[in-house]
């Protein structure tokens, strides 16, 4: 009886509030004969592998302006992008045909906003450049943060837009969000991107409204100013990607200047020779193999295909690897690099392989394909340093957020405050009771589920993390020790229809 008592309120509830709610309007629908994903071949020129995340707030032009520099360097055939003008105007957004090169996905293009992480690829005069597209909505930051640890360097977008701007640099704004997400995810290298200057008539006071803002924030997360390479934009025009603003009206920009932490200067006046003045990174050919899971694909006639970026190691065809937590020892037929053929990849490269025997319910996002003499094991309590940048009410024993480590997502408990120290690493006070914002502790944590960790010192990009609550990033950390569940690889359950264990 309470039982339907209650529903009974919750329907005369629910009538009562859609009566002041006004309508949702429905979306257009894009029709599936209009749905072109057109496939990129592609094969690596020989220059340093590079991956560069674009990333920013929502609505602030990103996927537009990745579209519109991939359409200028000459890397998707301009009949492709006619046909998505075709179809986009056919759902009356003939203003994505530039963004629908990175859109990929139906309900992305009918909503006009990214929602996974996608990429493409082309060649800069020093670079084989892997573009990676972010997501700036809030529901999707999961996505960003998977990208950020797949990147080297970040283009972060910033709207020009009378109130775009505003938004994404407020207290909680996505701007700000990514910005530091993708610093704590590793990424030291940063270029700036003022986007829709054509819509504030390409005011010189707006510009250095924006970067009077944007600058000192970097700055304060760590990032080197003097290294940002600062460019004001047209994404959906063009002004500034590859070729120089002709308009009169930004005659008051007179190019970028930067010099890089190892002394050398660069100067230029467009995006493409901002990132062809990147610094390549020392990649970690010699320690083990591993590989974090991004995606995982079953695909007819070929079998079971995961994707994800060479962190650290080599990989050649017919090499056993192990994928870690389930213990599962497969075997790797082919390798792919953008649909090319490869025997051998290193460090640095996104890469599509194929793993015989095993089905694509037996892989996910955050597992790690690993060598199978060096594997790396599954891990439930470890040790790290914790910076806490943000929390209402300080951080305490028991406290239980979500972390984001290379590709995986998982819960993780504080289970003990060992110490708090500062900066360097000197103690301050033994055991403390609560950790508020600013204050840096040695805690030891719990993972509510095995996950693939390794110290910071040994290979970097496994050791790294995002902590983040409260619809925010609460904490950034490092992995100082581990504690591995067994000494032995987990054998695997041979059933397929069964749970495992992992």
Not at 62 to 88: N, W
Not at 195 to 201: A, E, G, P
Not at 242 to 253: F, G, I, R, T, V
Request: some cysteine.
């Amino acid at each position: 009886l309470q039982l339907s008592e209650y529903k009974s309120a919750k329907e005369w509830r629910n009538a009562a509030y859609m009566a002041f709610v006004p309508p949702k309007p429905e979306l257009p629908k894009l029709k599936s004969e209009n749905h072109f994903i057109p496939k990129q071949v592609w094969a690596r020129s020989g220059r340093s592998c590079l991956s560069v995340i674009v990333i920013g707030s929502s609505d602030c032009g990103k996927s537009t302006t990745a579209g519109r520099l991939i359409s200028e360097c000459g890397f998707i055939d301009p009949e492709i992008i006619k046909r998505f003008e075709t179809e986009a105007r056919s759902i009356g957004k003939s203003s994505s045909k530039f963004a629908w090169v990175m859109d990929k996905l139906k309900h992305e293009r009918e909503i006009g906003s990214s929602i996974e992480l996608s990429t493409w690829h082309f060649t800069t005069k020093n670079f084989d450049i892997d573009l990676l597209d972010a997501p700036g909505n809030r529901t999707f930051v999961k996505n960003m943060a998977v990208g950020a640890s797949l990147a080297d360097a970040a283009i972060l977008v910033v709207s020009a837009a009378n109130g775009e701007f505003e938004a994404g640099m407020a207290l909680k704004g996505m701007t700000r969000q990514e910005a530091l997400l993708a610093y704590a995810m590793g990424v030291k290298q940063f270029i700036l991107v003022i986007n829709k200057m054509d819509l504030v008539d390409w005011s010189m006071s707006r510009f250095n409204e924006i970067v009077d803002n944007v600058l000192p924030y970097l700055r304060k997360i760590g990032v080197d100013d003097k290294s940002v390479p600062i460019i004001p934009i047209s994404g959906w025009l063009g002004d500034n990607l590859s070729l120089p603003c002709k308009s009169e009206k930004a005659n008051w920009y007179h190019g970028w200047n930067v010099e890089q932490r190892d002394g050398t200067k660069y100067t230029g006046y467009t995006l493409l020779e901002a990132i062809d003045s990147l610094s390549p990174l020392n990649r970690h050919a010699d320690k083990p193999l591993r590989i974090p899971i991004l995606k995982v694909h079953k695909i007819t006639g070929i079998g079971t295909v995961a994707i994800g970026r060479v962190v650290s190691g080599t990989m050649s065809t017919n090499q056993k690897v192990l994928l870690s937590p389930s213990g599962i020892v497969a075997t790797v037929p082919s390798m792919e690099i953008c649909h090319t053929g490869k025997k051998e990849v290193g460090p640095g490269d996104l890469i599509g392989f194929r793993v015989k025997d095993v089905t694509a319910k037996d892989i996910h996002r955050g597992m790690v394909a690993c060598s199978n003499e060096k594997p790396i094991l599954p891990v439930e309590y470890f040790t790290a340093q914790v910076i806490v940048l943000y929390h209402p009410n300080g951080i305490k024993v028991g406290y239980t957020p979500f972390f984001h480590c290379h590709t995986s997502t998982f819960s993780c408990r504080f289970v003990e405050l060992l110490k708090k120290t500062d900066r360097k690493g000197n103690v301050l006070e033994d055991n403390p009771t609560v950790i508020k914002t600013g204050e840096v502790v040695l805690a030891k944590l719990m993972a509510l589920k095995p996950v693939c960790l390794e110290p910071f010192i040994e290979i970097p990009p496994m050791g790294r993390f995002v902590i983040r609550d409260l619809d925010t990033t609460v904490a950034v950390g490092v992995v100082k020790t581990v504690e591995k569940l067994n000494s032995k690889v987990p054998k695997p359950n041979v059933k397929r229809g069964k749970n495992r264990k992992w």
